[in-house]
């Protein structure tokens, strides 16, 4: 899991020299699950980087190839608000800590019920089976 801490934020990244959120759950998915997920790194340069420009991005996402679930596991997506908006992602590793990246800071592992992170959590989604056939 060390390799995935301290990945420096690079908006749009996908990459170990620079990943934003989705980078690190793209990481994640790609080396560790070995489930493809979209990249979407050429769809998220054409955006401005503000949350309500991500947010209908987040959500066609979430809708097509997502599950909501009760009781998150090893991997699952944990979809957070930033403001308004769900536009931020981490993943679940187990016993309450999620691996995610928010700007301008590198990938870090917190605890999903830190102050910070408890109220802005909108729920933990699981890919769907077919979607990574």
């Known amino acids: 899991m ?3 801490v301290g990945i ?3 908006p749009h990244g996908r990459e170990y020299t620079g990943a934003d959120c989705w980078g ?3 990481l994640y998915y790609r080396d560790v699950l070995g489930m493809p997920v979209p990249a979407y790194s050429a769809e998220m340069d054409t955006r401005e980087f ?6 209908p ?3 066609e996402e979430r809708e097509k190839h997502w599950h909501l679930v009760d009781a998150p596991q090893l991997g699952d997506c944990v979809l957070m608000r930033a403001g308004r908006h769900d536009s931020h992602v981490g993943v679940f590793l187990g016993q309450g800590r999620m691996l995610h990246s928010e ?4 990938s870090v592992i917190d605890r999903i019920g ?4 408890r109220n ?3 729920g933990f989604y699981r890919l769907n089976e077919c979607s990574h056939s």
């Not at 503000?50 to 947010?55: E, L, N, R, V």
């Not at 700007?103 to 590198?106: D, E, K, L, S, V």
């Open 103 to 106: 700007g301008p800071h590198p």
């Open 114 to 117: 830190d102050m910070r992170w």
């Open 50 to 55: 503000k949350h309500g420009s991500i947010a």
């Open 57 to 59: 991005l987040v959500a």
């Open 24 to 26: 690190i759950l793209f």
């Open 2 to 4: 060390q390799k995935f």
């Open 120 to 122: 802005r959590i909108s």
């Open 8 to 10: 420096p934020y690079v």
